[in-house]
Structures are given as C-alpha cells and as structure tokens.
C-alpha cells in the first residue's frame, strides 16, 4: 500500500469547528483511505501564519519524514495551508518533488501534474498571496485614514475612554476624556512643570488619589514618565513615526507640555530608579581595622541612613552617610590636575559614555524584537480573517490593540532615544574639571559622582569614621608617578602604602 503524510496549519491555536486542525486532520485520512493511502505521519502547525516558513516546526518536520522515508503523497486540505505566498509555495513543492512526494490539495482536484494544472496551481499561490497582501493594506490604510480624519484607532490613554457612538453593526469608536481619571492627569502635568515634583514624588501623589492603570494596577514610575512624554495629551497623535492632530480635547496646555520636557531633559529624572538613599559609596568604603566592606543599609536611629560592616564578617563599625560622604568629597580639593590628566579623564568620559550608548541600543534592540513579536502575532491575525475563522468585529478590535501595543513600543523607542541628552550632560560636566575638580564633583549628579569616583578611586579604607587611607586606580596612580597630578602635602600621611 502507498504511504501518505497529512499536513494541517491554523492561524490561531485556539480555533474550532470550520477548517480547524482536526477536521483538515479527518478529511485528508478519509481521502487517504477512500483513495487506498496508508498514513505513517501526521503533522500539524497550530497558531502559525502561512506568510512565512520559519518556526513551522510541522511542515519541517514533514519534509525530514518524506526526505528519510518513501513517501508517495503529502495530502493538505487547501495549498494555503502550505504556503500564503508565491516563492514558499513553489520551494515546498519543489523540495517534496526531489523526495519524489507529491503534494496534493484533497480539495483543489483540478491541480495536478498536466499542463491546465500546473496553470491552476501557479493561479491559486498567487491569489492567496494577493488576498493576504491585500487584508494587510486594507487594514493600513484603514487606519492610517482614521489617524488622518484626527481619529485615534487603538486603545485609549490613561485619562481618556474609548466610545462608541454608533451601533455594535455599524461601530463608529472614538476617544472621549475619561471625567474620573482626566483631572489627576491634568493636575499631574501642572505639578510637574512648576519643577517642585520629582517623577517619584508624582507616583506617590497619583497613588494617594487613587488612580490606577489600564489593567486597574498601581501607578508606577515608567507609566507617569510615559505619561509626561506622550503629546497625545496636547492633541498630538504619534503613529508610524509622524505626529498627526487629533480630534479629541487636551488635557494640559502645549506650554505645560513643552515645559515637563525641559525639566526631564534637565534632570534627567529617567536615568535611575528610585531609592530614599542613594549608596555613592558602596564598593568603595571599607573598614581598615576589619577589612570588611562597608555597606549602605536602611534607617537606623534618629532617622538617619549609615554605612556599615557586615555582621557576618565581625565588623560593628558604622559611620553616618552625609558625614562619610562629605569626607571623601573634600579629597578631591587635594587633587591638582595636570593638562595630561585631564585628557586622560575625558578619554575615561568617552569609554563610560560609549558603555552607556551600547547599553541603550541593547535595550532598543529589545524593544524592536517584541515589535517583531507582536507583528507575527498580527500577521496570524490576518490569517484568521482570510481564513474566515473570525469575525469581522473581533478582527478590527484585536487588530487595533495590537497596532496600538505596536505604536506604544515605538513610543518606548523614542523615550529611550530621548535619553541620550545624558550622554551630553556627563561631557559638559567633566569638561568643569578644568576650573574645580573639587566643586563640579560636589555640584554633579548622582551617576555623575559614581563616575567620577571610579575614575580616581578603587577604595576608601576608614577608621574612627574618617577617610584613613585611600587606594587610587591604576589610571591615576601611573600619572601620580610620572608627575603629571599632584596631591596636597596634608594628605600624604594617608596615601596608599604602595605609592
């Protein structure tokens, strides 16, 4: 008896009745037995679109089965089920041909081996792929007109609603302002632009007053900065990487607006987490006696934060922060730089700098492959509504929340791209080293010390909760050495024993 392979493909993996995975499953084995098959192998691909090859692991697995054994027929239920474009249909067929397998569509009997089914054939492949092209660009250009009439298509922001106006067979969907939420958000923009509030201090307010996230979650930072940086809120809509006005009402003034980017783009309020203590000196600080790390940790006594040694270790010391940062702020003012030094430490500035910029394209990077992500699961979509195993109501409203999820990713993008205005705030400040090493240090941002200290310092050892020795970098040392910087006298007694 010949030997066939059944192949099935559905779009979406949850699909029943109509063309589902079991009945193509059923009416290939019934034509394999009316037709005298016998059938070694099923293999089925469920939630994949017939758009593309890759990560079809039931077609790959098909072919290896019609390549390692003979194989007379490989039975689908329509050629759309192998391939929903021109070239993938012809390189499957091919591929099988060289197994000396043939494909046959169980319920296409026109397509065969003559010179009218070859015709059929070539004629099938290229209307799937035209039907599938087409959806797509229907479905752009649908909203794309919706996005140029100054109609939002996707899921509203926080402090609006989606609403329709029309019926559930004639929808006509439109942004209204949310009454309940849009006040905090109106007041969150006005707090922010008097420059008075951090991000941080506005997720605790917003909190406090209740209002909670799409999902009905608590606000946290990344979605009041995501907030502050959406010009939706002034009219403004971003799709496809273009602004277009849109039809719905502000929630703040555009020189409110205008006003929360400065102040972002300032102080760089996007750069780091929230903590009520920020450790600058923790893996710089040891005890001398103990040789123990000292370590940043909670509030203790009279609500004050404190470096100290690990029990574990033995080590009872403890020293105030202020007090243990202040001391190793007035260590720079013994610093005297030369001009070779200081080349040096701008050479320093750009590695950290080029560090900084790698890691933010990393992240882009990531935030393209879940672009990706979401784009294979519209494409499956697609599939579905061609396939008729969705409605059309069902349709456009997944297919505009995930256009909506992909236009908040390209959103992300541009706040991450927004970010590099850190980059130029650490030149400019290092380039201060010229006037005051001791004064721009004191006056820079928290990132910008931690940069600072690794530049000069690898450790700080400290005894009676006083900088007692310090140990600098290979970098300085060698420059130390050479006479190219130069310390105070007071403070040599101090200097590391192997200077």
């Not at 090493?437 to 941002?445: L, N, P, R, T």
Request: hydrophobic share 35%.
């Amino acid at each position: 008896m010949k030997k066939a392979v059944i192949y099935s493909r559905v779009s979406d993996p949850g699909q029943v009745g109509g063309l589902s995975l079991d009945v193509q499953k059923e009416k290939c084995a019934e034509w394999a037995k009316k037709n005298n098959y016998q059938v070694v192998g099923v293999f089925k691909d469920g939630g994949k679109t017939g758009t593309k090859t890759v990560g079809r692991e039931g077609l790959e697995d098909m072919i290896i089965q019609c390549q390692e054994e003979t194989i007379d027929v490989a039975l689908v239920i329509d050629t759309d089920r192998i391939a929903r474009n021109e070239f993938d249909h012809y390189k499957i067929k091919h591929v099988l041909k060289d197994c000396n397998t043939q494909l046959i569509a169980i319920s296409q009997p026109m397509i065969d081996d003559s010179a009218e089914g070859k015709l059929m054939d070539g004629m099938l492949a290229s209307i799937n792929a035209f039907y599938s092209r087409l959806t797509g660009r229907k479905v752009k250009k649908s909203l794309e007109k919706k996005i140029q009439d100054g109609n939002w298509p996707g899921w509203a922001p926080l402090g609006y609603k989606n609403v329709n106006l029309g019926s559930e067979d004639k929808p006509n969907r439109v942004i209204k302002v949310d009454k309940e939420k849009s006040f905090l958000i109106s007041e969150l923009f006005r707090l922010y632009s008097t420059g008075n509030y951090s991000v941080d201090e506005m997720v605790d307010y917003l909190n406090d007053k209740k209002l909670r996230s799409k999902t009905g979650k608590k606000m946290y930072r990344s979605i009041v900065y995501e907030i502050l940086k959406n010009p939706f809120y002034v009219k403004w809509m971003r799709y496809n990487g273009k602004l277009h006005k849109g039809n719905h009402k502000s929630l703040t003034t555009p020189e409110i607006f205008e006003t929360c980017q400065k102040i972002m783009a300032r102080n760089n309020h996007n750069a780091c987490r929230r903590r009520k203590y920020k450790w600058l000196l923790n893996g710089f600080a040891y005890c001398q006696e103990c040789d123990a790390r000292l370590y940043g940790d909670g509030v203790h006594a009279k609500n004050k934060a404190y470096y100290h040694g690990s029990a574990r270790n033995g080590c009872s010391h403890y020293i105030p922060l202020d007090e243990l940062e202040k001391a190793v702020a007035k260590e720079f003012k013994k610093i005297q730089l030369s001009e070779e030094f200081i080349q040096a430490v701008l050479d320093k500035a750009k590695s950290l700098v080029k560090q900084s910029r790698e890691s933010r394209d990393s992240e882009i990077q990531g935030v393209r492959n879940a672009i990706k992500k979401l784009e294979d699961k519209r494409n499956i979509l697609e599939d579905n509504l061609l396939d008729k195993t969705i409605d059309k109501e069902s349709f456009k409203r997944k297919h505009q929340d995930l256009n909506f999820q992909i236009q908040n990713l390209e959103n992300d993008i541009a706040t991450i791209e927004n970010q590099r205005g850190f980059d130029v705030d650490v030149i400019e400040e290092v380039l201060k080293l010229t006037n005051n090493i001791y004064e721009v240090y004191c006056d820079a941002s928290f990132e910008a010390k931690r940069h600072y200290l690794a530049i000069f310092f690898e450790r700080f050892d400290i005894k009676d909760k006083k900088v007692a020795k310090v140990a600098y970098t290979p970098l300085f040392k060698k420059l130390l050495n050479s006479r190219k910087v130069r310390v105070s006298r007071d403070w040599l007694p101090g200097l590391d024993s192997n200077q």
